[in-house]
T-cell receptor, first 110, second 115 residues
Framework: GENVEQHPSTLSVQEGDSAVIKCTYSDSASNYFPWYKQELGKGPQLIIDIRSNVGEKKDQRIAVTLNKTAKHFSLHITETQPEDSAVYFCAASIWENFVFGPGTRLSVLP | GAVVSQHPSWVICKSGTSVKIECRSLDFQATTMFWYRQFPKQSLMLMATSNEGSKATYEQGVEKDKFLINHASLTLSTLTVTSAHPEDSSFYIC???????????FGPGTRLLVL
């Protein structure tokens, strides 16, 4: 079955710097890759997603890149702000079969 | 759009009682809903997948008689933790997948504490 790894497990950056979180997956049939942000005590919120027929997608300060050949995809956050501090989860899926990564705790230091 | 609600958000109960958690998709219809459990500082653990009008599919190691799931309509799924014990204390999160879409939208979660 699918296996998703995520690195780093924790990440601290200074406010205004960029943050990059990387995920790798094992099943080449996976074709949908969402990223979720989870704040303490809340449910995960979808922040961006990408499908396998696209290499890059951007939404304001957030971007995701996908390398199908290498089976990895990354989340890029630019100009980080304290409110970006949260746990971020990646996932690889084929329709309703989602496999989540273990999460990355991002801390943005003021 | 794509809002999922959960009720209650917080519940404390005595050991041996049953607790029902509701998950609703507020502005879309969801043929598939998912129930997750999350322990502190850990990732989401899928418990079961439910499709409207059919029996839920449980993940390995999840007791279906312990965690009863009902997906009665395209906007409502319920999880009942039967005869709850302290080890069932956890954060339970549902998600819903809109018809024809791959994305899952999550509810805010329900924190269960069994005394």
């Amino acid at each position: 079955g699918e296996n998703v790894e995520q690195h780093p497990s924790t990440l601290s950056v200074q406010e205004g710097d960029s943050a990059v979180i990387k995920c790798t997956y094992s099943d080449s049939a996976s074709n949908y890759f969402p990223w979720y942000k989870q704040e303490l005590g809340k449910g995960p919120q979808l922040i961006i997603d990408i499908r396998s027929n696209v290499g890059e997608k951007k939404d304001q300060r957030i971007a995701v890149t996908l390398n199908k050949t290498a089976k990895h995809f990354s989340l890029h956050i630019t100009e980080t702000q304290p409110e970006d501090s949260a746990v971020y989860f990646c996932a690889a899926s084929i329709w309703e079969n989602f496999v989540f990564g273990p999460g990355t705790r991002l801390s943005v230091l003021p | 759009g794509a809002v999922v609600s959960q009720h209650p958000s917080w519940v404390i109960c005595k050991s041996g009682t049953s607790v029902k958690i509701e998950c609703r998709s507020l502005d879309f219809q969801a043929t598939t809903m998912f129930w997750y459990r999350q322990f502190p500082k850990q990732s989401l653990m899928l418990m079961a997948t439910s499709n409207e009008g059919s029996k839920a599919t449980y993940e390995q190691g999840v007791e279906k008689d312990k965690f009863l799931i009902n997906h009665a309509s395209l906007t409502l799924s319920t999880l009942t933790v039967t005869s709850a014990h302290p080890e069932d204390s956890s954060f339970y999160i549902c998600s819903a997948q809109p018809q024809g879409q791959e994305t899952q939208y999550f509810g805010p979660g329900t924190r269960l504490l069994v005394l």
